[in-house]
């Protein structure tokens, strides 16, 4: 809500602070000059309003109060806040009056979401200061209870002096003044330990009986309101952002810290988010937003260990869950950097839990990159995270499955069904600890398998039904059950039981319906509609293949809203993504059949658009070239139907134009691997040089670790370009084995074995290369 006009920000006191208190010239001008102060804000008139109707003060009295108030938040803020700010330096006194638990739910309030406040959560942060108070009072009585044991041992010593001294050989007066001095010393430490006794063991204000937390948060939700400070509808309470930074700017840094703790332990306790648990879902998206909150607040503290580990998982576990369920890619993305720049950026960042605690999040950031279609970025945190974490444990088996699912995703299948059998075989010897969520993981990784058989040519789709059988057998997760059922549709349509691909559509559909209740436009649920059109098209029905792919649409055009071009923001924007043009060409297909050609050459036109961008863009653009030839057949197919024999001629010229400037660009990609062709052998024996050092490290320090991924990622990016032939073929090999063994604990042998394969077609390529230990060692020997 902006600022008002001086007469309506006068009317806003008038009908707000009550007629009595606005009665009267001076109290009318007073208001005038009031308003001006105030800068016509509508939150700063509501709580000077609400102040003057609580406490019976006239408009004049309250303008001489706000003039001389100099408590709260003076000189910290700029513009409108110092305007809140005093507004708030005159209610915070007359609120403690009432209830000092309101004004430490206050303070609190100020490091959370403005919106969702509701008073579970009151009694929540209540609770977590009652149990922060507590644990305070219990460390002030085992610091006490430490210098009393120095006290006694002193006084003890004392005493010993003072008895020595009766029985020293010395003159009376020594004696008597070491005694003297003994017994004074002794004294003092006694009336100290009164003094202490009085002072430090003074516990705070505790709550120990339940009921008082439902009582306390009714009451400060009442004050609260009172004074404008909450406005609630629908029971949701909501705090207006100038009044949280206010709040903020009048703590110390002791305070802050001290109330950032509370918040901290308080989400904890109210956050029950497990992604296998579909239940939990709900009850933590309404928390969702004060968990980012207060993280984000987070990073401007010292805590520590306990609480940096703490508050890491809360923003992972935030971003999983707006990856999960609200498809929200940006918010995911953030919510899980945040994570890793708090334990990278942390004084205790080499302990195991810490680096444990990153490979996670880092695993978790692989996934938002590779749905945006970042794989390079994706594959970099995969790597890391397989760096940080040497076990063969459920993480190292997530993180190949990972890759595995990253090289369907380039159409690399034999090194994808490579990286999946490992994260396979490695789970299965895992045991049967946490057999379900071994069963449900397994249950995925046979699922990429299947897709795998489904994709090769020829398919073999008999293994990949099997396959996929095997995995739904495991798996007992809804979302896990939907994605095998629509994958199970895919197998029977290519083997042409087009009734029985149906009925698994539409049991797919219901279970991600049931899977995500509310949020029915997300990207599996397009997925499925997407296969239903299909189906529909095949079987002519265009009606329903169109509404199905429309409905496919508007979700995609939702899920990569991140995508759309600048300045376009309408429903009706479609985002720069494969994924949008696949369901294009698909509704002009249909329209094409329907003869609509008009509509049909609308949506191969917006297709067009989005595939020229997707080609400045990518550097990978094979796909991309076919699916711009495929688009300009289709187009000039219209056009020959519509009798437009122009434009027919002009979409043929632009498919001739388009072959021969593909045509030009594959000749300059053979000349260039032909002189990069060496550049392959030297990416080799450098990768290969630091795979031996890591292998044959006697320390596990890591000290090569770093350099060796870096140099991995290298010599994919040259694999990607390189010619066929068998180096291509052998430094594949290798860096797929090395990439599987660097996590493990028994690598050196099977690391240096991809080392000697590798230095045979080296040499067999003329390549010299000598293993022999360095001139520097032998004169150690």
């Avoid at 110390?252 to 648990?277: D, G, H, N, R």
């Avoid at 032909?674 to 040089?689: D, H, N, Y």
Wanted: glycine fraction near 4%; charge should be positive; hydrophobic fraction near 40%.
């Amino acid at each position: 809500l902006g600022c008002l006009s001086i007469q309506e920000a006068i009317e806003l006191l008038r009908r707000s602070a009550g007629s009595n208190n606005m009665e009267g010239l001076s109290n009318s001008n007073a208001a005038e000059v009031l308003c001006e102060k105030l800068g016509n804000l509508p939150l700063a008139l509501s709580m000077a309003a609400a102040y003057m109707r609580q406490c019976d003060v006239e408009c004049s009295e309250y303008l001489y109060q706000y003039t001389t108030s100099q408590k709260y938040g003076q000189g910290k803020l700029k513009d409108y806040s110092l305007t809140v700010a005093a507004s708030l330096a005159l209610i915070l006194p007359k609120i403690e009056e009432q209830n000092q638990a309101t004004s430490e739910v206050l303070h609190l309030l100020s490091f959370l979401g403005p919106d969702g406040i509701t008073k579970l959560l009151l009694r929540t942060l209540l609770s977590a200061k009652n149990n922060v108070d507590e644990q305070i009072a219990k460390e002030k009585c085992q610091a006490v209870a430490k210098k009393r044991i120095a006290k006694f041992s002193y006084l003890g010593l004392c005493l010993v002096l003072g008895g020595s001294a009766l029985v020293l050989p010395t003159t009376k007066m020594q004696r008597s003044g070491l005694f003297a001095l003994t017994t004074i010393t002794a004294t003092l430490l006694v009336l100290s330990e009164g003094v202490a006794t009085g002072s430090d063991t003074t516990s705070l204000s505790l709550i120990r009986r339940p009921s008082a937390f439902f009582e306390l948060s009714d009451l400060s939700w009442d004050i609260l309101k009172s004074f404008s400070l909450l406005s609630v509808k629908e029971g949701k309470g909501s705090m207006h952002r100038l009044l949280q930074q206010a709040m903020r700017s009048c703590q110390s840094k002791e305070e802050s810290l001290y109330y950032m703790t509370i918040c901290v332990e308080a989400m904890s306790q109210c956050w029950t988010f497990q992604p296998q648990e579909i239940k939990t879902w709900k009850e933590s998206l309404l928390v969702l937003e004060h968990i980012k909150s207060v993280v984000a607040h987070s990073s401007e503290y010292a805590f520590g260990e306990k609480h940096v580990l703490l508050i890491a998982r809360l923003s992972k576990e935030a971003g999983v869950l707006s990856l999960m369920a609200l498809n929200a890619f940006v918010e995911a993305q953030a919510s899980l950097e945040l994570s890793v720049d708090l334990l990278e950026k942390s004084t205790l960042s080499k302990k195991s839990e810490f680096r444990k605690a990153k490979a996670v999040a880092l695993h978790e950031l692989s996934k938002v990159h590779r749905y945006q279609g970042r794989y390079d970025d994706a594959h970099r945190c995969l790597m890391e995270s397989l760096g940080l974490n040497n076990e063969d444990d459920g993480l190292t088996a997530d993180t190949l499955h990972e890759l595995g699912i990253l090289e369907v995703k380039k159409h690399n299948l034999d090194s994808a069904t490579l990286f999946l059998q490992q994260s396979l075989t490695m789970r299965r010897s895992l045991g049967h600890d946490e057999s379900d969520q071994i069963n449900a993981s397994s249950a995925a990784t046979l699922h990429q398998l299947a897709a795998i058989d489904v994709a090769r040519k020829p398919p073999s789709l008999d293994n990949a039904k099997v396959l996929l059988q095997e995995a739904l057998s495991l798996s007992r997760q809804i979302g896990q059950r939907a994605a095998t059922i629509k994958q199970l549709a895919r197998v029977t349509i290519r083997q042409g039981f087009l009734d029985q691909a149906e009925s698994y559509l539409a049991q797919a559909l219901e279970l991600y319906l049931e899977l995500y209740g509310d949020n029915k436009l997300h990207i599996n649920v397009a997925a499925v509609k997407f296969q239903q059109g299909a189906l529909a098209l095949q079987r002519n029905r265009l009606e329903n293949a169109w509404r199905c792919f429309y409905d496919c649409l508007r979700i995609r055009r939702h899920v990569y809203a991140y995508a759309c071009p600048v300045r376009c923001s309408s429903e009706e924007s479609n985002p720069i993504h494969l994924e949008v043009c696949c369901v294009l060409h698909e509704l002009g297909s249909v329209a094409f059949a329907q003869k609509r050609f008009s509509k049909s050459i609308e949506m191969l036109h917006a297709e067009r658009v989005i595939l020229e961008k997707l080609a400045e863009m990518s550097t990978r653009n094979e796909r991309t070239y076919q699916a711009q030839l495929t688009n300009l057949t289709w187009l000039r197919k219209c056009a020959k139907e519509m009798g437009d024999d122009g434009n027919a001629t002009l979409f043929s010229n632009e498919i001739l134009a388009l072959k021969k400037h593909t045509e030009q660009k594959c000749q300059e990609k053979k000349n260039y691997l032909c002189a990069g062709s060496v550049m392959l052998q030297q990416k080799a024996m450098q990768c290969r040089l630091l795979a031996r050092k890591f292998a044959l490290e006697k320390t596990n320090t890591g000290t090569y670790q770093k350099e060796l991924l870096i140099s991995l990622e290298e010599l994919g990016e040259e694999l990607k370009v390189a010619s066929l032939g068998p180096m291509k073929q052998a430094a594949s090999h290798f860096h797929e084995k090395i990439l599987l063994c660097i996590g493990s604990p028994g690598r050196g042998s099977p690391i240096l074995a991809a080392c000697d394969s590798l230095r045979d077609v080296l040499r067999a390529h003329g390549v010299q290369v000598n293993d022999a230990i360095s001139s520097k060692k032998k004169q150690c020997h």
